[in-house]
């Protein structure tokens, strides 16, 4: 119910325009039947005789809009007291003469001393009236105290129960005749999520709102979607990827870790999940014996070796693929334009190795010589510790199938794949594997930088620390120049803890000195100015690794001694070179007594034999009965203690898988 404007019209005048009346001049009679003091109940005595049940019931049907309209109406309105039958409020008539009859009028106190607070202090029962925000705005200005809009305060003559109770301290009293109007409804909407600003409204809707709709069947039909992408035109549109993903496993059929459950106690739920789940995930992991042509090592021709087994790649060759996926921009990263040229395009295994232009995010700065650096320690690392083995697949490696998988994904694929926009985190550059000796983590050290096209150069970390601390840090500073010389580089250091580990003999100062240099050059060679640098960390001590270095390597992975599965595909693959070829009771009955075997206990387990059996240069070929007698000799070094305690180090610091 809402005020209206014909409220405002003088009561007296209501019952001649709107109560059915037949006699609108009280009689003498009427005046004097009223009884004493009786006003407020016969208001309408005089007309209670001429007018019917439907007109009484009307009469209050208005009163109530009245009184009611005056308490909530939105619309602008005078103030109560402009009303001439302001004493409505309090019952009476309101007429503006005085009511004829013996009886005074009811004395009607002021409206502002019903209010509590005021200074008369009255206590009247219009208590109420003062509670309410919207009629308490229409009162006279200074009766408030507190008043925030600038006028007239009244707070130093009432009390703190005014202005600080009720009403908060900022609050602008609304006159009756300043009400604001409703404030426009695109006002009353959300505010767009930051970053949309007005440059780029989401959808075309017409800048002044809809037009007025002429009626429901007349709907025009909706705004058409926006044409525009749903970015402000603020935000620059995201740039597509320039690169295709390596294609993931397909789903079909790995079964290796799963052959075993259990048998490996290094391995995560998480993965052993995805193993159990789908078995066929890792599929491409899946061991492959020994190839004819990838067995022997290919020797360094002409400084074309770069560790990974392909052959270079003619300069220019490099250009044309990093500029496919870029819209005709090369990308500079792809090049190697000083020292390394650019690598063949995986003519061994073109089904399985990574297109040139997946190296985009590996990336390869235009490579001057480092300086600084000892040009005779930087050519001594060239020409010592650039591997040139073949090249190692994911395939080469028997079982891992979790860590495989992890490592393509952690480190592969993001170090391959350009970064998705400008200021997207670096992929990690630095990896530990850790695990028992001879377990993998060289030969997966390998796979990586065969799998990255990359360069790699080897360090064993106890072949640093024999010349000295000295000529140890100079050594190390080369190896990390030639990888930044000669990019995408994989370096790998063996026997990291050789570098850190405080040793009792005459070798404790010469690694602890290396600590120091050590951290420097993983903090400059792998920082974001280093791209095309991957440094795979390898040890068998990782507990010997303290704070700072472990933090220095991102990802850090637990290789685990091969289950039996695997162990099986490494006998094999190992006695076909051999010429021995096992039953498969034979073959059953070896895994079974080599469980807790690394693959590199493996190897040497079948070197004993042959040996053992007196057969260097295999007369003939290894039995079944030398590998019984070797296995007589020959034992895992690694104790149940020492696996437990790589898993507790693994649930601690490893990056799991
Ligand atoms: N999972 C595997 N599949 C095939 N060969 C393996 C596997 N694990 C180990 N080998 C073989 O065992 C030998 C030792 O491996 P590798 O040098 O990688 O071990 P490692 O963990 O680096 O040992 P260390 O801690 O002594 O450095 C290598 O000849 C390697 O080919
Ligand atoms: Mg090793």
């Known amino acids: 119910m809402h005020w209206t404007p014909e409220h405002a019209q003088p009561l007296n005048q209501w019952p001649e325009q709107h109560l059915d009346v037949s006699s609108t001049t009280p009689s003498p009679a009427h005046k004097l039947e009223l ?46 007291g402009s009303y001439g039958d302001a004493a409505f409020l309090n019952g009476a008539k309101g007429d503006p003469e005085p009511w004829p009859g013996p009886e005074p009028h009811y004395p009607l106190a002021s409206l502002h001393e019903g209010l509590p607070g005021t200074k008369s202090g009255s206590g009247g029962g219009s208590g109420g009236l003062g509670s309410s925000p919207v009629l308490a705005g229409n009162l006279p200005e200074p009766l408030y105290a507190g008043n925030a809009c600038g006028g007239p305060s009244a707070a130093s003559e009432y009390g703190a129960g005014y202005g600080g109770g009720y009403l908060a301290p900022g609050y602008c009293a609304q006159t009756g005749t300043a009400l604001p109007p409703p404030p426009p409804a695109a006002l009353l909407q959300p505010p767009p999520p930051p970053g949309y600003g007005p440059s780029g409204p989401l959808y075309n809707y017409p ?17 058409a979607p926006p044409p525009t992408p749903y970015l402000p035109s603020s935000l620059a549109a995201p740039t597509p990827l320039p690169a295709p993903a390596p294609p993931r496993p397909a789903p079909t059929s ?46 360094a021709d002409n400084g074309e070796c770069r560790g990974n087994g392909f052959r270079a790649k003619p300069p220019g060759a490099a250009d044309e693929a990093s500029g496919k996926y870029a819209g005709g921009v090369p990308l500079k990263v792809l090049g190697s334009p000083v020292y390394g040229s650019q690598l063949e395009p995986f003519e061994k295994f073109p089904e399985r190795a990574p297109a040139p232009a997946h190296r985009g995010a590996f990336a390869v700065p235009s490579g001057e010589p480092p300086k600084g650096v000892d040009p005779g320690a930087l050519e001594l690392v060239t020409s010592k510790m650039l591997d040139c083995g073949p090249p190692v697949q994911w395939a080469d490696v028997a079982g891992q199938g979790p860590l495989k998988a992890a490592l393509e994904e952690e480190l592969v694929w993001p170090l391959l794949r350009p970064p998705a926009y400008p200021g997207s985190p670096h992929p990690p550059r630095t990896v530990l594997l ?58 790998l250091i063996s026997e990291l803890d050789a570098l850190l580990s405080a040793r009792d003999d005459g070798a404790a100062a010469a690694a602890g000195a290396l600590q120091a240099p050590l951290l420097a050059c993983l903090d400059s060679g792998c920082g974001a100015g280093a791209d095309g640098v991957l440094v795979v960390g390898t040890t068998s001590r990782p507990a010997a690794l303290d704070e700072a270095t472990r933090r220095r390597f991102a990802l850090r992975f637990y290789v685990a001694l091969p289950d039996g599965s695997a162990r099986g595909q490494i006998l094999q693959r190992v006695l076909a070179q051999q010429g021995c070829v096992l039953s498969e009771r034979e073959l059953a009955a070896l895994v079974q007594g080599t469980q807790g075997f690394s693959g590199g206990e493996l190897g040497h387990l079948c070197q004993q034999a042959a040996a053992g059996a007196g057969l260097p240069g295999l007369q003939r070929p290894l039995s079944y009965k030398d590998l019984e007698a070797a296995l007589a000799k020959v034992g895992p070094r690694a104790s149940p203690k020492d696996l437990d305690s790589y898993v507790e180090w693994d649930k601690m610091y490893g990056s799991g898988h």
């Open 207 to 223: 800048a002044g709102g809809y037009a007025a709709q002429p009626g429901y069947g007349a709907l025009p039909p909706p705004p």
């Open 254 to 299: 790995y079964s290796f870790q799963a052959a075993a459950p259990g048998a490996e106690a290094g391995v995560s739920l998480k993965r052993k999940a995805a193993d159990e789940g789908a078995e066929g995930r890792y599929r491409k992991y899946v061991y492959e014996p020994a190839k004819a042509d990838g067995a022997s090592y290919t020797s």
């Open 35 to 80: 009884p004493p003091g009786g006003r407020q109940r016969c208001h309408y005595a005089w007309a209670h005789d001429d007018i019917s049940a439907l007109t009484a019931s009307n009469l209050l049907k208005r009163y109530a809009e009245k009184y009611s309209g005056v308490l909530d109406s939105p619309y602008e309105r005078p103030t109560l």
């Open 434 to 491: 850790f695990g028992p000796r001879g377990a993998g983590k060289a030969l997966l050290g390998r796979c990586l930088a065969t799998q990255l096209g990359a360069t790699l150069l080897r360090l064993r970390g106890a072949t640093l620390a024999a010349p000295g601390p000295a000529e140890g840090a100079r050594l190390l500073q080369a190896a990390f120049a030639a990888a930044r010389c000669r990019p995408p580089a994989v370096l």
